[in-house]
């Protein structure tokens, strides 16, 4: 039995079906599928069953399904007191950034990694916002910054700050949207983000707070993607409230200006790792980036 075929095990629980834990674990469908054959082989046990809607534990399963996590956790136990013994810090972190780097403050956190932790390096990735959660309980990155409506249930989280979200729109369109109100805006074209995008939950909290149902002409789930169709006339959207001003100031676009929404920006990990010394260090420099004394 090795370790590996017991993360697959887990995560293909936690996902539910084969494309989801594929992406998570970034193998092949086939592979993930040859992992737990493997397991179940060697376990002599049927752990899923496998159905039109994806993978169903049995009851098999679901008993070993705690056991398995448990060995994960002890791992990362064993590597967490190695790393006490030794004295210092050491390895490679890999953090999840579902924005711009700038505006996450990577650089200083950069620095002060280098600063305060020398033998940790460092991995930035680049995940959806809503990916982040698997990709920190799949154990695939460290921890990671998200938006967020509410604070996260299933993983631990960091408040960082607000994140203020404007309603932008072409620069041509301005007298559409100056004397305009949320009714008005609901009746122009909309660049709307993926249903599990924070930005998409915002947006239709506050249509149906209002009883309007805007108009989606499209959807898109980049914010380059925003940018670009925003320019080319296609829609209005809502982005953050940095790139609404960069926008403007080049003439691209045009901030709406009878409010703004906002969402959380927090920093989230595994909520077995809180006593891991590479999360402890991240944690310790993202806090002190974002929340200096």
Known sequence: MELYQIKTFVVVAEAGNLTRAAKILYASQSTISLHIKSLEKELDVCLFLRTPKGM?????????RE??????DSVEKMESVAHDLRGDVSGAARVGLQTSPVYLRTPQLTKCIKENYPGLGLTFV?????TVRSEVLGRNIDGGFFYSVAPPEDMEGIFLDNAVLRVVGPII????MES??????????????????????????????LGL?????????????????????????VMRDDEAREGEANGSFYIWPGGYLEVGLYFGFHK??????????????????WKPE
């Not at 169903?56 to 399963?61: A, D, F, Q, R, S």
């Open 56 to 64: 169903e534990l049995t009851p098999e399963g679901e008993a070993l």
């Open 67 to 72: 056991r398995a996590q448990d060995i994960l």
């Open 126 to 130: 680049q995940v959806p916002t809503w």
């Open 173 to 176: 369109w301005k007298d559409k």
């Open 180 to 209: 305009a109100c949320w009714k008005g805006l609901a009746g122009l074209p909309w660049i709307w983000t993926p249903t599990e995008c924070p930005f998409s939950q915002k947006l239709k909290e506050t249509f149906t707070v």
């Open 213 to 237: 149902d805007p108009v989606k002409s499209m959807i898109a789930d980049s914010e380059e993607a925003h940018n670009a169709l925003v320019r080319s006339e296609h829609g209005v959207t």
């Open 272 to 289: 077995q790792r809180v006593a891991d010394p590479v999360v402890k260090a991240l944690i310790d420099c993202v806090e002190k980036v």
